[in-house]
């Protein structure tokens, strides 16, 4: 009696060794490999959207607006309106792009109409859902950018979704209480709110002052570098436009652009020293971002569903790249330190005349 329980337990532990444990690597196009069969169809994404749609493996406007995309898809998700037993959206679910003749009307969707137009013929002829092509094509444009991060990426999300509530997605006007209370309910703490915000270190505004369109919120819109969070905290003195528009603040510099939602968070006590941490940091800010990430991606999605396809995300090529200097012309006074707990590093200035971000000419 117990010699024959033996054989069919012998065989079945055999049959998981083969099959889950020494599982070979499913072969995929170009000879590339993946651990999983259903990863495979991401090296063929990854290579159209390189050569197309980020114009060999750019870190430029399309790469900033797909960034900003995987924002405005997953952060529409509310367990508060859950609550109120009403629909708090799907998060990172591919609505945005499914629904957009409705969710690009929201306010804050300004703009983000030409990134999904751009991107909705690419996710359907390789037959990928909406929700996961949304976070690939952010992954893979933000590992184009030099000191750029190597995010996750996981795959599985339907491709079924529903229309986002509106007033879901953070604006520029929002006081720093607002946001953080937004975020919060997502799930995301104070400090999370800083970590994502390394992705105004590649980014660039089109549609509050148009007549400045592509005016950069930091000196060097392709690198993913912390002048953004430095110079967010210079004195304020230009109105880089004909006027200030409605969350819009002076900016330190000549041709770029500063946000009054940045303006604010990089100044609150609940923000301001992860804010300064990352200056001198540019590791830490590369974790950081890499985690909070991962867990805007997989808003409303349960992660044990997903398979983990992040070998296709390519290897960042420049990922040292050096703390900030003071833009020429500027020093130490011009700082607002806004962390009461760590003094403010001490940083040389860039020599040279003072600092200005020539105007991007039309595209
Ligand atoms: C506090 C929350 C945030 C606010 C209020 C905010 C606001 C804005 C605004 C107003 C713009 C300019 C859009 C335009 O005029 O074209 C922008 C751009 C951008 N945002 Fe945010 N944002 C926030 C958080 C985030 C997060 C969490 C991400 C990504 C993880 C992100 C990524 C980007 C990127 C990459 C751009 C540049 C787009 C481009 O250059 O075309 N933002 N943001
Ligand atoms: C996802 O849904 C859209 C409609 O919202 C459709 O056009 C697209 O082909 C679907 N993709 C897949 C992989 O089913």
Known sequence: MQFRQLIPLFLLSSSVSAGVFQQKPAKCSKGRTATHSQCCVWFDVLDDIQAGLFDRGQCGEEVHESLRLTFHDAIGFSPALQHQNKFGGGGADG?????????????????????????????????????????????????????????????GRSNHSRVSPDHLIPEPTDSVDAIIARMGDAGFSPYEIVDLLASHSVAAQDHIDPSIHGSPFDSTPSTFDANFFLETLLKGTV??????????????????????????????????????AFITDHDLMVSRFRAAMSKLATLGQNRKRLIDCSEVIPVPKNTKVGNPLLPAGKSMHDVEASCKSKPFPCLATQPGPETSIPPVPPS
């Open 95 to 155: 609505s945005i792009m499914a629904f957009s003749q409705i969710e690009t009307k929201y306010s804050a969707n300004d703009g983000v109409d030409e990134i999904i137009e751009l991107q909705r013929p690419i996710a359907i002829r390789h037959y990928v859902s909406f929700g996961d092509f949304i976070q690939f094509a952010g992954a893979v444009g933000v590992s184009n950018c030099a000191g750029g991060p190597r995010l996750e990426f996981l795959a």
């Open 239 to 276: 109105i880089p436009g004909a006027s200030l528009h409605p969350g819009e603040v002076k900016s330190p510099l000549q041709g770029e652009f500063r946000l009054q939602s940045d303006f604010a968070l990089a100044r609150d006590p609940r923000t301001a020293c992860e804010w300064q």
